[in-house]
């Protein structure tokens, strides 16, 4: 894999042992916030580790200690001009949670700070979530961006929190706190950050050692099932990358200002 031209643009990593890959998302500077290149890495990564037979676990993770993934670098955006722009950034966000989704072993996140918007899709997109007590979750978009998810992407956030706190998520702009994830089911199991490396070892060894086959045709069976017939969303799309409002959106969260919404 060629290193990216600038260092800004950060890094995802892999590393193997022992049967599990460990991938690290690596621009703490940022809040591990995803540049194009790391979304390209992400891809390569995801197709090796398909490709690998011997790997029974898969780990995501944030560098850090202050967020997983918070989102997309929003400085991106600055060049979109119209609604085929958020067109083309979906699909390619769609293709990358697909690639995680699609893995054929079981998968961890390892969530220790701040899992926001595309960093959300991520951990939802995994098998498994651990996190902190200070960790958080949220799609704050409806009050920071003025753009919106794929049709899939919601169909996962539906499928993970229901539909009362995807309601919460993307209309309320709530960012929901690792505790009540945890009596959701959303996150399996909550603990201080000196923890995360023991739990997440004992539950990668405790899956490693299941059925690789058995736990593959249930993955797949349960992502048939709830990625059936989404219907088209791309005029939805469309609408918000295209509004003023997104390009509002963009600026103000640039400059550190609260957005001042036109409706159009």
Partial sequence: MSEPEKTGEGRVHLAIKDGIA?????????????TWAMYTELGEICERIRADSSIRVTTFRGAGGEAF??????????????????????RIVDERIGQIEALPMPTLAIVDGWAIGGGLAIAAACDFRIATPASRFGIPIARTLGNCLSMANIARVVAAFGVGRAKR????????????????????EVVEAGALDAVAD?????????????MRVSKEAIRRLTQAGLPDGED?????????????????????????????
Avoid at 239 to 263: H, M, T
């Fill in 22 to 34: 460990a991938i690290l998302f690596d621009r703490p500077q940022a809040r591990n916030a995803m």
């Fill in 69 to 90: 993934v918070a989102g997309t670098d929003i400085e991106q955006f600055r060049n979109f001009s119209s609604g085929e722009d958020g067109i083309a950034y979906e």
């Fill in 169 to 188: 998520i993307l209309l309320l702009a709530e960012v929901l706190a690792a505790d009540e994830l945890l009596a959701a089911g959303f996150v399996t």
């Fill in 202 to 214: 004992a539950l990668c060894k405790k899956l490693a050692s299941n059925a690789p086959i058995t």
């Fill in 236 to 264: 939805l799309i469309r609408a918000c990358y295209g509004s003023r409002d997104f390009k509002i959106g963009v600026n103000a969260f640039l400059e550190k200002q609260r957005p001042l919404w036109s409706g159009s």
